[in-house]
């Protein structure tokens, strides 16, 4: 066939034809780009426009070019010949491009021949712009780096050899479109509870959510010059959003509005409006059915569980709840946890229960585990209390751990250790044991224990001090007689009116440096000596502690009730089961023993 010179608007529908008339499959013929021009029509322009160059924004502006108005074409001024290999080069690859055609990629294969000869750069760009033009691609105005990214690839084989894998060549990029974003409601509040949570606590000026408003898209243009159109965002939560403005209160900039809350508690929803709460009112707390309530104790959030009988039951087995206020008109349930500023149990809890309690608990009958700083029970059945102080009306069995206890009635196989007093008005049973243990009481344990490894510290420090000191004593002392011939000979050397030795001068400032450096250590072992002094006093005053305490019954013993006061410092045990009437019983000091001391 002969070389055929056209201009076209579509390469590919040319070349289609030609082969159609030369009776030639696609493959055999090709074509040289000779020429082309990019032409454009405006908002404003009623005939097509053309541009000088390749740069669409000198006469436009991106707006314009994303606009569906604008409409943009290439001509091109080609020959079509017979397809002929190429003698030095042999350039294969596909390309790749992403979903709206704005970015595509050749994909070199390593097979590819491509030799650090003349006319390399020329050839590549050519390759890659007939097969950009046979896929309905524009050249030009969108590869306007395609000249730099070859050069790399040709540095790249310049310094490591031929290709080993594939590689990634951009040759074309346009108008990719922006997407739109949707609003959103983001539920900051529930990022931070546990799954099956029925309560989500919130404290003052805590972001609570955030409305996020919806953000338009852009509309893009395709590297085939095509206008890609993005649709509008979905608006589906602007109109949804009501607060209590009671209780919370909106910040908005140009992004969103959120939402906080101005007072603590938990975030609900009532009469179609959020809101934050303190009260809070359930028939009964299940694991299943509520999940568990943990807003923390430190957020103002009450909870009333429970409408019916005080025997019903109002928490179930496996529930955990931590809040400020928790008022139980029920039973608690098996492996319950609890944790609240204020506690009040209207009917029993399960012995697999634990109840901690920041500050005062109220409970009917306990069979659990339950630490509070001061528990007031009815009824305590073999269950444990740690508490600052206690008050029980009827106990049989269990152990209370406390500084101070008070028992109305106290049954059998009770154990109550105290750190200043026990007081019973009555025993109706046998087994007790009543115990004044100050090393057993956590408050009083930490702190002897904490003194203790003070004192260890400070005596270690002054030992090693103390040497130190002695060490440099002896040397002082060893060095004394020379430096006192030091300062004959500076005295010698002044009457004779003569310099001193320059060494001996500085011999005798060393000297003295050294005395009062001496001075000062010796100042502050003794400041460390009287710091330890300090420190051993407030130990025997705590050591005393047994001396201080008192157990009292205000009925008769009747020798089965065994009361022990364990010394703190000896860990001796004072141990007497009294028999008869002794309302007070005490320790005192008689020389270094300590010894009962009875009161009736």
């Known amino acids: 066939m002969q070389s ?13 034809n030609i082969a159609q008339q030369e009776h030639l499959p696609l493959e055999a013929i090709d074509f040289d780009l000779l020429s082309y021009q990019t032409q454009y029509k405006g908002v404003v322009d009623e005939e097509w426009q053309a541009i000088d160059g390749d740069n669409l924004e000198d006469v436009t502006t991106e707006v314009e070019i994303r606009s569906k108005i604008f409409l943009l074409r290439q001509e091109y001024q080609i020959e079509i010949r017979p397809a002929v290999q190429h003698p030095h080069f042999d350039l294969r690859f596909s390309m790749a491009f992403n979903k709206y055609r704005t970015k595509i990629v050749a994909v070199i294969d390593p097979s590819s021949k491509l030799p650090l000869k003349k006319g390399i750069q020329e050839y590549i760009k050519e390759t890659i712009y007939n097969k950009k033009l046979r ?23 310049q310094k490591e ?22 609003d959103n409601l983001i539920l900051h509040y529930k990022k931070i509870q546990r799954e099956n949570n029925l309560v989500d606590g919130v404290n003052i000026d805590d972001l609570i959510f955030e409305y996020t408003f919806a953000v338009e898209g852009m509309d893009g243009r395709s590297c085939t010059g095509e206008h890609i159109q993005i649709a509008e965002p979905l608006v589906r939560y602007k109109s949804a959003i009501g607060i209590d403005p009671q209780t919370m209160r909106a910040e908005e900039d140009h992004q969103s509005i959120r939402f906080f809350a101005t007072k603590s508690g938990y975030v609900a929803r009532k009469g179609g409006l959020f809101t934050v709460s303190q009260d809070l009112h359930l028939k009964s707390a299940s694991f299943k059915a ?18 019916g009988e005080e025997g019903d039951d109002a928490i179930g087995s496996g529930v955990n709840i931590d809040v400020q206020s928790l008022n139980v008109k029920g039973t608690v349930g098996s492996n319950t946890k609890i944790q609240a500023c204020e506690v009040t149990i209207g009917a029993q809890t399960h012995k697999k229960s634990l109840i901690e309690v920041e500050e005062n608990a109220t409970v009917h009958l306990h069979r659990g585990n339950l630490k509070a700083k001061n528990a007031s029970i009815q009824i305590l059945e073999a269950g444990t209390v740690e508490a600052k102080s206690v008050y029980v009306k009827n106990m049989s069995g269990g152990e209370i751990i406390a500084e101070r206890v008070i028992i109305d009635v106290l049954y059998s196989n009770a154990k109550i250790t105290a750190l200043e007093s026990i007081e019973i008005k009555s025993i109706e049973g046998n087994g007790n044991e009543l115990i004044i243990d100050p090393r057993a009481i956590p408050s009083y344990y930490d702190q002897i224990t904490a003194l203790e490894g003070e004192l260890a510290r ?8 103390g040497k130190e000191y002695l060490d440099k004593e002896i040397a002082l002392k060893e060095h004394h007689t020379r430096i006192q011939r030091t300062i004959d000979n500076i005295a010698a050397a002044k009457r004779e009116n003569r310099e001193p030795l320059k060494a001996d001068n500085v011999r005798v400032m060393q000297y003295k440096n050294a005395v009062e450096t001496l001075k000062n250590e010796e100042i502050m072992i003794k400041a460390h000596e009287e710091a330890i002094h300090a420190v051993e006093r407030k130990l025997e005053q705590l050591y005393d502690a047994d001396l201080h305490a008192v157990v009292t019954h205000h009925k008769e013993y009747d020798g089965h009730t065994r ?29 270094d023993e300590k010894k009962f001391f009875f009161e009736s």
């Open 563 to 591: 009361i022990q006061f364990i010394d703190p410092k000896t860990h001796k045990v004072h141990a007497i089961s009294p028999n008869g009437r002794v309302t007070n019983v005490k320790l005192h000091k008689e020389g």
């Open 161 to 182: 050899g031929p290709l080993k894998e594939p590689y990634r060549l951009p040759i074309a990029t346009f108008y990719s479109p922006v997407l739109p974003i949707d």
């Open 135 to 157: 896929n309905g691609y524009m050249v030009g105005i969108t590869d306007k780096t395609l000249s730099q990214e070859i050069n790399a690839l040709l540095l790249k084989i």
């Open 458 to 465: 400070k005596q270690f420090e002054l030992k090693q001090k």
């Open 290 to 307: 509520t999940g568990s309530l943990e807003a923390g104790s430190e957020k103002e959030i009450n909870i009333n569980i429970g409408a």
């Open 4 to 16: 055929i010179r056209i201009s076209t608007f579509n390469v590919l529908n040319e070349l289609k």
